[in-house]
């Protein structure tokens, strides 16, 4: 059974910083994109950041602006968002997602991911 847990989240102050992660077991993702997504209490899910299979290659949202730094460490099978300068419309669950196969395209698209985790909260005070 293929999981993703994240973890990391959590309550901090404007300006604040955390490190994410997410942790997959079941299967290795190697191979396959991972991404970060966030959805916002009464807002769709949007994507923040993606990394490719080797780590040589990464994708931001445009409201990321530098603040956020995706990362991935193979052995561990296990994907990183450190979020700096954290302001209060960052105020989100975060979720995990991972690919089923090698395929590298379109990696803004929320339904081009095969699993997801269940989410971590980060709630930044203004």
């Known amino acids: 059974q293929v999981q993703l847990v994240e973890y990391g989240g959590g309550l901090v102050q404007a300006g604040g910083a955390l490190r994410l992660s997410c942790a997959a077991s079941g299967r290795t993702f190697s191979s396959s994109v991972m991404g970060w997504f966030r959805q916002a209490p009464g807002k769709e899910r949007e994507f923040v950041a993606a990394i490719n299979w080797s780590g040589g290659t990464t994708y931001y949202a445009d409201f990321v602006k530098g603040r956020f730094t995706i990362s991935r460490d193979n052995a561990k099978n296990t994907v990183y968002l450190q979020v700096n300068s954290l302001q209060p419309e960052d105020t989100a669950v975060y979720y995990c997602?991972?690919?089923?196969?090698?395929?590298?395209?379109?990696?803004?698209?929320?339904?081009?991911?095969?699993?997801w985790g269940q989410g971590t909260q980060v709630t930044v005070s203004s």
């Open positions: 997602a991972a690919r089923r196969t090698s395929y590298s395209g379109n990696v803004y698209n929320l339904v081009s991911y095969d699993y």
